[in-house]
């Protein structure tokens, strides 16, 4: 474990570390050790235990049920949830009614968060494309007004927990975009309330075969004239990308918190691994190759985690710090492959195996480089607010943009 972070960790954030860390040991690793894999799936009796431990609500108001905290808390209970399992660290993100308190008025958060906190109302994000990923502002998918309803036509891609999700929050176009500088207007979102376990009417969803981030599915979409109720569009139309790119700052926050668990549950194995496993009558961890290995392993760790704990207080102090964000959530994901891949290393052969978690901590740290917004966004991001906005990126972008318009018909088209 971590020293408790003078001038951030409160007598009551250290509890709320060390009840999630209990409650991790308990319920969620033996779970991720029997049932990660391409098959498994987090049990719906997990889900249960964790809304009673109040973690679908931790950063909803408490008038709605939740417990009123803020980033800090949230990302403490993510990173100890991911020392076990990163997907169940990750389907905190599917409630805390982000979205929703954003957009709704008061009657209708009072008939959903109460939901949400219960664990009764999670969520899928349907944002990237086939075609779209870190450029999230060129999605195609359309969204038409017709009567009371929107009718939403268009592909999906990389759409988690999709089947198993009560709503999907689907982003399509409303309008047409009208310069480079603004390619994000035009883009709404939707509120698509289902059954779990089925898909609405007019969506049909295909697996992504995953190497990782087992638990809950990940898929592609197709949808063909599905219609959502006028009253869901959630937020302003056009306006959704910029609501998005406000809550940014907590999601790569979440996402280094995420890094930072997997890479502490390898680094105890590995303590305990070195320990135990003996070559030439002593044990490993009796060599300082290894001996060197740990402490630089324990070191990143500690400093990526220190570095979160600035960036969360910066978040829930109101403060903008989309710089900060961005280099806690590339140092800390960097850190966690090179950490958990340090870890593998040191149990050899047993490392390549299903035998240990290792392998699982490699594979799901590999993934957070990527979502979220890619190592290279963050180091784009960084770069910017040091050096101002790149002229040979911009005119690469207007370019691009304007092969854009052409390629779907939208030029000397307006929102």
Same mark, same amino acid.
């Given at each position: 474990m971590s020293n408790d972070g003078k001038g951030y960790m409160t007598e009551e954030r250290i509890m709320i570390r060390d009840a999630a860390r209990a409650f991790t040991m308990k319920e969620v690793l033996p779970v991720a050790n029997k049932l990660d894999g391409p098959d498994g799936e987090i049990p719906m009796e997990l889900r249960r235990k964790m809304a009673e431990m109040g973690y679908f609500g931790i950063m909803l108001p408490e008038e709605y049920g939740g417990l009123g905290m803020g980033a800090f808390e949230y990302c403490l209970v993510a990173e100890q949830l991911a020392r076990g399992w990163m997907s169940v660290a990750s389907i905190l993100a599917r409630a805390q009614g982000g979205w929703l308190m954003k957009t709704m008025d008061e009657a209708r958060l009072k008939q959903y968060m109460p939901r949400v906190v219960?664990? @009764?109302?999670?969520?899928?994000?349907?944002?990237? @494309?086939? *075609?779209?990923?870190? *450029?999230?502002?060129?999605?195609?998918?359309?969204?038409?007004? @017709?009567? *009371? @309803?929107?009718?939403?036509?268009?592909?999906?891609y990389w759409c988690t927990f999709a089947d198993g999700a009560d709503y999907l929050a689907v982003f399509a176009r409303t309008g047409h975009p009208s310069s480079a500088s603004k390619r994000w207007e035009g883009i709404s979102c939707f509120m698509i309330e289902k059954e779990r376990g089925s898909f609405p009417k007019g969506m049909t969803g295909n697996k992504i075969p995953k190497i990782g981030y087992f638990g809950w599915n990940t898929f592609e979409l197709a949808l063909d004239g599905v219609r959502v109720p006028k009253e869901n569009l959630l937020g302003e139309p056009g306006k959704a990308?910029?609501?998005?790119?406000?809550g940014l700052e907590v999601a790569r926050a979440h996402t280094a918190a995420r890094g930072i668990g997997l890479a502490q549950g390898a680094l105890e194995d590995s303590i305990e691994y070195a320990t135990q496993r003996k070559q030439f009558g002593l044990p490993i961890a009796e060599y300082q190759s290894l001996r060197f290995k740990i402490a630089t392993m324990a070191t990143e760790i500690e400093a990526a985690r220190q570095l979160l704990y600035y960036v969360c207080n910066e978040i829930d102090s109101g403060r903008r710090c989309d710089k900060e964000a961005s280099m806690v959530k590339y140092f800390a994901t960097e850190m966690a492959e090179r950490v958990t891949s340090e870890a593998l290393q040191i149990f050899g052969g047993a490392g390549y195996t299903k035998l240990f978690p290792i392998e699982r901590y490699w594979r799901d740290a590999r993934l957070t480089k990527i979502f979220e917004g890619t190592s290279e966004i963050q180091q784009r991001i960084i770069a910017t607010n040091l050096l101002g906005k790149s002229e040979v990126e911009g005119m690469i972008a207007e370019r691009a943009f304007q092969k854009y318009q052409e390629a779907k018909g939208l030029k000397g088209e307006h929102a």
């Open positions: 219960a664990g @009764e109302f999670l969520n899928a994000s349907a944002l990237s @494309e086939p *075609d779209t990923g870190s *450029d999230l502002a060129s999605i195609s998918c359309r969204a038409v007004l @017709e009567g *009371d @309803e929107w009718v939403l036509t268009g592909n999906k990308f910029l609501v998005m790119a406000k």
